[in-house]
């Protein structure tokens, strides 16, 4: 093979057109070019916000996560339900997501990017505002969506990416579509475990269908949630998160004794946002959920007997326990506890309760099972079986431990007569950037590229647009 | 030099000395005129190594010579889209703009890749297509309605114009993917246009795919025939729109009611259902198994009957040859003659009752009949020693050698009664039919057969002595004549005539006699003793005397036969 021969065109059908590829989430914003296996650009959702010098200012990407500036608070412009909320501020997360690393030299104004502190003097004026050249003038863009986002919402994107940043052509697919699309399939059911919700989607031919679509408030952050209140309730003593910006030094403890810990006092002026705490427990608590959380792998539920009548619980706790180490030193083996944190995910009665948690109480409608029931149910019958056969499973959460192996039993258990199949690709990235990836496949593709909003039909035909085309 | 520099860096006192230098390789240079071969073989120099390196291959040589050809962003419109929206992709660029030595790069470029030349084309022409425009299809949909052709063929009470129109739109958009176009499906009616009727129907009416695909298939068959009338349709559209008029809803409708139980069953449903289908394929393949059977059996017993000449086939021989020419047959086909075609050859053995048995056994109704098959096939299997009386009983044999094929006894028993010469065969034939034996045994069972052996060796030794007997009195004859010629000539010559002698013969041949009539019914040993005599009698006989005493002796042996077998 010649490598100064392009590859022929019927073999991949590809035909690259340096489309960006932007995949916002509520926990992470993923930005890359289409083509390309894993976006090149990965930035936290979550901003922060601090005064200084009485002005605003505002922090992205991974710098959140890195100094306690007084006063620095943590906001998402995504809502729980993965709906975008303030419109302005997720502009300038997804703006900065792509303009950092992909379109970098033409950054714009580095005012408006916030990655230049520039003081106060040195202000650029309104009028250099607009003349500076817009980010993303000579790149499509391809967004991605939730299934259930409102048509407000759509016509708002595309407004911004058409307006504010000039892009020739745009395009919005959804999350689900793109994640079977990753999977190399046309019709599939989706079952995406993100950071604030799970979503089972189900795709016939390369469109969703709205009638099935469902989703739950069950994500990552619920089981963030449930571990915390399984630390509320912890046996030895109740356990507390205490980042590592809070942690001067610390020296090595035996496992369930109490932490030995110098730690930084911020004086209250000094001091950030309770939130930005909240946002690096949170990065504790993720770390432990690979690190330890498990789900119990069925094929029956954790508060079920086993089929050798002992129930799975006291089974569960025959298992060797697993070693975590918090940032203040402190450190326990955690043995039925680790399953206890997902079981709510697939059998409701298993929540831990806790009054503290900003989660209301989960109904048995919002498990996985459930929302697979309500999204088959919601689709034609003809269609179930080929559903079942093609489930596509996507989002980091899904990566907890034994995740695919219950939701394999769960779903053959509630479906005993057709085929069920369960589709995860191994590989985490893939498992992570599913629907990014999938978006960065259709907007490669020569065949995709009649699908654009032009420019010139958006000007035409106003917002609207993206109703009649991203269907 | 390095070890300095380390001490220097980590401020170690240098070494009083520094180490002498490790010795440097002075490469000596070659002499002019000795080969360096030969020079190699003369100094202290280390045998050659091959030195391989790694290497990054590139490209082949030749291809060095040829300039790169650039690549440029290019701009294209895609002639799918209506909007001649311009994008950018990389694109070789045009072959033309190359100004240099054109023809040379022609031609290299052939031997580089031939194959390439359509795609040099591509930016020649920049009103070229765009490939992957082809590939922009849409479904043949049937034309759209005018308002005159709705009011006169398309009316209905249950959909109104607009909800049609409504649909009609939705198909076109969704490519008549049905899956979608029920899904997307959300008729709003118009509140101002009957702001009546909306009171009484409910706001949202839900339309079942059935209905929908019942509304457009009559739309499109409604179309299709006032576009050609069906008469005039071609085969393809006539399928087509006979298939659109026979749509039922209902039909569908209950189809998927009965789809959705299928798939809702329960785990023990399914779990009945596939012991069900195991059961059946079982019952199934028995079936299959007694069919096999049962036809071989047949095929067995169908042999076609010969209608050719079957003389040959009479004698024994004729027989063994044909059984060894059909054992020959049977080996050479597997028996697959005799099976039909396709049928599953069964080992010889197995015969269908047995085999349907143990095909049966497995089946829990069956399992008394099951137990009762194992049991005779257990005592079958047992192996039991026959006393002589037993071994009589069953007629159990055994054989120091035994030829190959089937003989019959009575084969045997014929062979004995054919001699070697023709008038031998004849007097042991006359022999038997004195003694009303047939020549054929009607009962040749084994004890018959073996006294029937015995009586034909007795039969054939009489014959022998017999023959002997006749040859010692022909000899006795002619001596005796001989005598009488010399005492006739001596009383001749004496003057004494001699009939004395005469009166005795008579005499004798009158006690033969007796003793002949007096033997019938009498003993074995009176009947050697009567033979004995009539072997030494110097008397003269005929030879149908001869011929008489030894059938009056046979027939003795034959009472005493019938005795035995008695």
């Known amino acids: 093979m010649n490598p100064s021969n392009p590859p022929q065109a019927a073999e991949y059908g590809g035909d690259e057109v340096s489309a960006i590829v932007l995949d916002p989430g509520y926990s992470t914003t993923r930005a890359g070019f289409a083509g390309e296996d894993a976006p090149k650009s990965l930035i936290p959702t979550y901003y922060g ?95 991605t969506e939730p299934g259930w986002n409102p048509a407000k919402a759509r016509e708002k994107t595309i407004e911004i990416a058409m307006e504010k940043w000039d892009t020739p052509a745009f395009y919005l697919a959804r999350t689900g579509v793109l994640a079977a699309f990753a999977s190399g399939k046309a019709s599939a ?99 432990f959920k690979e690190c330890v959380v498990q789900v119990w792998p069925g094929p029956t539920r954790l508060s079920a007997p086993s089929p050798t009548g002992v129930s799975n619980e006291d089974m569960a706790r025959t298992t060797p326990g697993r070693p975590f180490e918090f940032p203040d030193g402190y450190n326990q083996v955690f043995g039925v506890d680790r399953f206890r944190a997902v079981e709510s995910l697939f059998d409701a009665k298993a929540a831990i309760p806790d009054p503290d948690s900003t989660f209301p109480p989960s109904t048995p409608a919002q498990t996985i099972p459930e929302l697979v029931k309500a999204s088959l149910a919601g689709v034609d019958v003809d269609l179930r079986p080929h559903l079942l056969a093609n489930v596509v499973v996507t989002g980091g959460s899904s990566l907890l431990y034994g995740f695919t192996d219950r939701l394999n039993h769960e779903l053959m258990q509630m479906f005993p007569g057709p085929r069920v199949r369960v589709t995860a690709p191994g ?45 | 030099m390095a070890a300095a520099d380390v001490r220097d860096m980590l401020d170690l006192p240098a070494e009083g000395q520094p180490r002498p230098h490790k010795k440097q390789k002075v490469v000596e240079k070659r002499p002019e005129g000795i080969t360096r071969e030969l020079y190699a073989l003369l100094g202290e120099r280390a045998p050659p190594i091959a030195i391989n390196e790694n290497k990054y291959k590139g490209r082949p040589k030749w291809m060095n010579k040829l300039r790169v050809r650039p690549w440029s962003m290019a701009p294209f419109t895609n002639n799918a889209r209506s909007d001649g929206l311009v994008l950018n992709h990389w694109q070789r660029k045009h072959e033309s703009a190359r100004p240099p030595a054109p023809a040379l790069e022609e031609s290299q470029i052939e031997v580089d890749q031939p194959k390439e030349e359509g795609k040099e084309d591509v930016p020649k022409l920049p009103e070229q297509e765009y490939a992957f425009a082809k590939y922009n299809v849409k479904p043949r949909l049937p034309q759209r309605y005018t308002d005159d052709e709705y009011n006169r063929h398309l009316k209905n009470d249950d959909w109104s114009r607009e909800e049609t129109d409504y649909l009609v739109d939705l198909v076109t958009d969704y490519d008549i993917r ?23 129907v409910p706001a949202k009416h839900h ?41 039922d809803p209902d039909r569908e409708r209950d189809r998927k009611e009965l789809a959705a ?50 003389t040959m086939y009479q004698s024994s021989a004729g027989l063994s040859q044909l059984l060894q020419t059909l054992l020959q047959a049977d080996k050479s086909k597997k028996r697959r003659s005799i099976l039909g075609d396709g049928a599953i050859p069964s080992p010889a053995g197995q015969t269908p009752s047995t085999a349907g048995g143990l095909g049966r056994a497995e089946t829990p109704a069956t399992q008394a009949t099951n137990k009762k098959g194992s049991i005779t096939k257990e005592t079958g299997q047992m192996v039991r020693t026959l006393t002589a009386a037993e071994e009589a009983k069953y007629g159990v044999q055994h054989h120091e050698r035994v030829s190959a094929g089937v003989q019959f006894r009575s084969d045997r028993a014929q062979r004995l009664t054919q001699a070697k010469s023709n008038v031998q065969t004849q007097k042991l034939a006359n022999a038997l039919s004195e003694l009303e034996i047939p020549v054929r045994l009607f009962m040749p069972t084994e004890r018959v057969c073996k006294d ?21 009195e022909s000899e006795i004859r002619v001596l005796e004549a001989a005598k009488m010629e010399r005492e006739r000539k001596s009383r001749e010559a004496a003057g004494i005539s001699g009939p004395s002698a005469d009166p005795d013969h008579p005499h004798v041949k009158k006690e033969n006699e007796d003793g002949d009539t007096g033997l019938l019914g009498h003993s074995t040993t009176q009947n050697t003793h009567g033979n004995g005599g009539a072997h030494q009698s110097r008397n003269q006989e005929g030879d149908g005397n001869h011929k008489r005493s030894a059938s009056v002796l046979s027939g003795a042996s034959d009472k005493s036969n019938k005795r035995q077998r008695r």
């Open chain 1, 49 to 143: 916000k601090y005064n200084a010098d009485g002005q605003e200012k505002l922090v992205f990407g991974d710098d959140v996560f890195v100094t306690p500036r007084p006063g620095l608070s943590i906001h998402n412009p995504i809502g729980k339900d993965g709906i975008v909320e303030d419109w302005d501020m997720a502009e300038r997360v997804w703006e900065h997501s792509f303009m950092s690393r992909l379109t970098g030299t033409k950054a714009g104004n580095p005012f408006q990017n916030g990655l230049n502190d520039v003081s106060a003097d040195e202000l650029p004026t309104e009028m250099e505002v607009e003349s500076e050249e817009k980010p993303l003038s000579d790149s499509p863009l391809l967004m």
């Open chain 1, 189 to 287: 059911l989706v079952i995406d475990i993100g950071a604030s919700n799970i979503s089972v989607t189900p795709i016939h031919d390369g469109m969703i269908l709205k009638r099935g679509v469902q989703h739950s408030p069950l994500g990552g952050d619920y089981i963030s949630s449930q571990i915390k209140a399984i630390f509320k309730a912890n046996a030895p003593q109740p356990i507390t998160i205490t980042p590592h910006y809070l942690i001067s030094s610390k020296s090595p403890v035996e496992a369930g004794q109490p932490p030995q810990a110098k730690y930084k006092i911020f004086p209250a002026d000094k001091a950030p946002d309770a939130s930005y705490r909240a946002l690096l427990e949170e990065r504790t608590l993720s770390e």
């Open chain 1, 427 to 471: 590989n985490t990235s893939e498992r992570r950037f599913g629907s990014w990836i999938g978006g960065s496949i259709l907007a490669s593709l020569g065949t995709f590229h009649q699908m654009w909003i032009s420019k010139k039909e958006y000007e035409e035909h106003g917002p609207n647009i993206v109703e009649k085309r991203c269907k």
């Open chain 2, 178 to 200: 049905w899956v979608l176009i029920a899904d997307r499906y959300d008729y709003q009616p118009r509140m101002d246009t009957q702001p009546d009727a909306n009171a009484l």
């Open chain 2, 207 to 247: 339309r079942t795919m059935e209905q929908m695909k019942a509304r457009y298939y009559f739309i499109a068959a409604t179309m299709l025939s006032l576009e050609h009338p069906p008469s005039e349709m071609s085969e393809a559209e006539f399928e087509l729109h006979e298939k659109m008029l026979k749509f």
């Open chain 2, 261 to 310: 139980l299928q798939l809702n069953r329960t785990a023990d449903e399914v779990r009945e259902e596939a012991m069900l289908l195991e059961e059946l394929k079982r019952i199934t393949s028995n079936e299959q198994n007694f069919i096999t059977e049962r036809r071989e059996l047949y095929s067995r017993l169908e042999v076609p009957i010969s209608v050719g000449n079957t």
């Open chain 2, 452 to 472: 029937f052996e015995k009586l034909i060796q007795s039969v054939n030794m009489l014959l022998d002595a017999r023959k002997v007997s006749e040859k010692v």
